[in-house]
T-cell receptor, first 111, second 113 residues
Framework: DAKTTQPPSMDCAEGRAANLPCNHSTISGNEYVYWYRQIHSQGPQYIIHGLKNNETNEMASLIITEDRKSSTLILPHATLRDTAVYYCIARGNTGFQKLVFGTGTRLLVSP | NAGVTQTPKFRVLKTGQSMTLLCAQDMNHEYMYWYRQDPGMGLRLIHYSVGEGTTAKGEVPDGYNVSRLKKQNFLLGLESAAPSQTSVYFC????????????FGQGTRLTVV
């Protein structure tokens, strides 16, 4: 699995968009980009994943650059409940592919 | 629909004691996983299972054993607990092993004294 690099922490004002970057310069063609978050000490929660097209769901949007070397998770209107650690994971789609968690980005949403 | 349920939520063990952590899922998922998370670190995979009756080692399997006798349950055993096994343990399950989301339990906080 490709290594991902994320900033250790970010701040965001409530109601503003939170843009969380992730670098995955060694990602291979069959690896998806997954995002999970972990609120306080709860179990991680799936947010979104994509291969090369931009994706959107009810929680967030995922923008993947054309060369696939980086991506951005966008929370369009951050709330205090979005304060969490966000993990960006590159995961292959052949055979068994475990989720490898790094240390993620700690997002603090403030009033 | 409870999702993934872990039992117990908290436990304190003495060094050398044994215990079993239970993970149950009601989503008919084939794949199940056990992770541990230490302070300031990401989750590390201990063992996983790709179906009933099968188990495999993850990144940090030493000191742990697992069993998957029923599809909905995945047990993690500590035969002789050590202080280094003090951690938060998370169980997860997924429909498949690739291109599918994993669902996590709420964790078991284990302290070994």
């Amino acid at each position: 699995d490709a290594k991902t690099t994320q900033p250790p922490s970010m701040d965001c004002a409530e109601g503003r968009a939170a843009n969380l970057p992730c670098n995955h310069s060694t990602i291979s063609g069959n690896e998806y980009v997954y995002w999970y978050r972990q609120i306080h000490s709860q179990g991680p929660q799936y947010i979104i994943h994509g291969l090369k097209n931009n994706e959107t769901n009810e929680m967030a949007s995922l923008i993947i650059t054309e060369d696939r070397k980086s991506s951005t998770l966008i929370l369009p209107h951050a709330t205090l409940r979005d304060t969490a650690v966000y993990y960006c994971i590159a995961r292959g789609n052949t055979g068994f592919q475990k989720l490898v968690f790094g240390t993620g980005t700690r997002l603090l949403v403030s009033p | 629909n409870a999702g993934v349920t872990q039992t117990p939520k908290f436990r304190v063990l003495k060094t050398g004691q044994s215990m079993t952590l239970l993970c149950a899922q009601d989503m008919n998922h084939e794949y199940m996983y056990w992770y541990r998370q230490d302070p300031g670190m990401g989750l590390r995979l201990i063992h996983y299972s790709v179906g009933e009756g099968t188990t495999a080692k993850g990144e940090v399997p030493d000191g742990y054993n697992v069993s998957r006798l029923k599809k909905q349950n995945f047990l993690l055993g500590l035969e002789s607990a050590a202080p280094s096994q003090t951690s938060v343990y998370f169980c997860a399950s997924s429909y498949g092993g690739r291109n599918t989301e994993a669902f996590f339990g709420q964790g078991t906080r284990l302290t070994v004294v």
